[in-house]
């Protein structure tokens, strides 16, 4: 175990979002590796904070001893739910994929339903917190549709994500024309949930089910010579780091070494010289919110490395804060606070930046910022499709 | 693999490594900063040390022992390096005070007195007689700094305590980001009966705006008022970081935080490539030229095995102070143990003087001879060493 390389120093302390502003949670020092000298197997969990952890990672990140205490949080939350009676929430939320499924085909009716007063109080019963509206579900999921487009050598599976399939599919649109718009072949096979909702809320075995179901589609297409492609860095960060480690399914070696965001994609297709695109003007002032699950992954940031080459476009990048969100850990009424207090912190340094707009890679963090910083919020595909229209039609 | 290529790649994310990299982007070259965690100068006071020995930095420098890497960079570059670093803060709004004529003595945590060089603009006012009266606020509760440390080493003290709600130093400096919560404090502040003097806050009044913070305080009360650094977590420190890792990126630096170097790739006279482990795959950072940053023992840049001392990212030869025997004093306290002086030995140009490579510049407390607790000159050293070891890149980038 690596817990018994951390030397105490604090720095994980340091970066913890909610430890900053939320007393009950003793930081992830304490309740990762400090508390893991006291855990046995056997022995039931007592630690109900670890429930706290947002599970950004930003401990494991900052740790310069490798110690990954957002990991053994992870696996003492996991255990402290086998062995106790779950929330409502942590129910529906670890089966968001069902929700989502549900919700879109019913969409004109869900959306207004969920509107209301009455669903309101009934949401925050169930220990749902409704400070912000929630995500409205689309009929045109993106798993409706033409499941194969474009026509190139290199060929992609776009693994798009509950997010965009369910609740933004235009976003999700964007990203795939701008691939095929690349010259690339674009796959959208049938897919479910990564696992990470599931994972989150404490069942492996709902997060190991869909993780085996993805990983046997995706194998097949990356022994066909395809490359797997990320809507969200959420799903990246499972994809790459838990489908081989804590999911361990099988094909999940496999699935993290071929998967790639889509600006670090765009990138390496530059680099090999696949394609030479014309980046136009984008005359934008961006604040570009790094999600926390981007850093994790530690390919840098590709769209910042994108928006370098964009005229006219200002960019500042944002990292240093967590948006507060974290997927469904700020839809619980029990972190409502946290996530608030979290995310007013990063969306008063977007605001303080002058920005016209923000960016982010992943769909928790545009929602939760665009709504406590009251900006539009882009996914940088956006920003770059833009700029690449631009540089076709001035070609 | 990913492969990803840069004009010069720092490995080591520190004071030293920053410095390197933000010199380097200022002459058009593109810049990868690799660091596997957050660096030791988070845990620092974010105080400038260039060389406590005495009240004169310069002349203490000049002392030095004929071997100190200092001697490498040169007056000259020691003062430049000083400067850019000034006003690098100041446009990060985290403005530094102080020059390098004369060293303060500032109070610790402790209540004695350290002497350092350049002092943040939060701590400028840190009374100069022993006999002037501060009176310590401190928060209830808060486990990292003892007013009473303070208020017993001093004459003249006096403390209060305030209910922050928190009791943790990043907890605190979050609430005080908050406009209500700041006016609150000062409207406590001001019902307080505090004899004439100054006013002492430990270090923890603010995350981003710790200058207008207190600057609002000190104008509310009329009186001047300084932080003291207090044990990690260190906001000074914390702040220190960010700021200059903020002006690496914003200068068009990029950054791969998180990821240990697995692997590197060398030929006779140069590193090609080093291979972080990132996420999935790894991915292979190639790089004209690089720069080694990765400090001391604490920062994990040297490891020290039995009897040998190991260089952890190139596998460098390291000159170690003699045999084991030799590498500690027997009391703990005394300083100067020899170990301290364990590193690489570099040239006039920053390339290591051992081995062939040409295109690796070294900088920082990594640097053989530095002894960076012993004479107090660790901040200092990073950056003359960082800006030194940079400007010998870029010629040789040219």
Known sequence: ?395 | MSVIDYDAVVIGGGMSGLMAGIHLLEQGHTVAVVSRGDPAVCLSTGCIDVCGTGVDPMAGVDALPATHPYHLAGREKILAALDRFSEIMTDMRLPYAGNAGENRAIITPLGTTKLTCLVPRTMETSPRKPDEYIHVVSFKGLKDFYPSYITSARKNTGFSLYDAGVTTTMGIAARFEDRKFLSEFITWLKGLEIPDGKLAFPAVMGLEHPLSIMQEIQIELERWGFEIPTLPSSLPGIRLFKGLKRAFQAKGGDVYWGSPIASVERSAKNIEAVTIETKGRSTRVNGQAFILATGSFVSGGLFALRDEIQETVFNLPVAAPGPRDDWFNRDFFTPGHAIEGAGIRVGQDFRPLEGTLENLFVCGSIISGSEVMKYGCGHGLALATGLAAAESCAEALK
């Open chain 1, 1 to 395: 175990m690596k817990f018994e390389h951390c030397i105490r120093c604090t720095i994980c302390v340091e970066n913890c979002p909610v430890f900053r502003v939320n007393p009950a949670f003793p930081g992830p020092k304490q309740s990762g590796p400090d508390a893991q000298r006291f855990r046995m197997d056997g022995e039931k969990s007592v630690d109900q904070w670890v429930q706290l952890c947002s599970q950004c990672k930003r401990c494991e990140i900052a740790c310069p001893y490798g110690v990954d205490p957002a990991e053994i949080i992870l696996k003492a939350q996991i255990k402290y739910a086998g062995e106790h009676m779950r929330s409502p929430a942590n129910y529906l939320f670890a089966n968001n994929y069902y929700l989502g499924t549900l919700g879109s085909l019913a969409s004109p009716i869900a959306n207004r339903i969920a509107a209301t007063e009455f669903a309101k109080r009934t949401f925050n019963l169930m220990g749902i917190s409704t400070y912000m509206p929630f995500p409205r579900f689309n009929l045109m999921s993106m798993n409706k549709g033409r499941r194969k487009l474009g026509k190139g050598v290199r060929k992609v599976v776009f693994f798009y994500g509950c997010f965009l399939n369910f609740n933004r599919p235009d976003v999700g649109r964007t990203i795939r024309e701008l691939l095929v718009s690349l010259g690339l072949e674009v796959v959208l096979p049938h897919q479910v949930c990564c696992g990470l909702p599931a994972l989150g809320n404490g069942d492996l075995e709902l997060a190991r089910r869909f993780a085996t179901r993805n990983a046997s589609i995706l194998v097949e297409y990356i022994n066909k010579g395809y490359d797997v492609i990320y809507g969200c860095t959420s799903c990246g960060l499972t994809l790459a780091h838990d489908y081989p480690g804590i999911l361990n399914v099988q094909g999940g070696k496999k699935v993290a070494e071929n998967s790639y965001n889509v600006s670090e994609y765009i990138l390496k297709l530059i680099d090999e010289g696949a394609i030479n695109p014309t980046f136009g003007p984008v005359d934008m002032r961006v604040a570009y919110h790094i999600p926390c699950h981007l850093r994790a992954i530690g390919i840098g940031y590709p769209a910042a490395r994108i928006f370098a080459k964009i005229p006219g476009l200002a960019y500042d990048i944002l990292d240093d804060h967590c948006c507060g969100l974290s997927g469904s850990y700020g839809f619980k009424r029990k972190n409502q606070a946290t996530a608030l207090a979290i995310g007013n912190q990063a969306a008063a340094l977007i605001k303080e930046s002058g920005a016209q707009v923000l960016a982010s890679d992943c769909g928790a963090c545009r929602m939760q910022l665009a709504h406590l910083s009251g900006l539009t919020a882009l996914e940088p595909s956006e920003i770059i499709t833009a700029s690449l229209r631009k540089g076709a039609s001035s070609a």
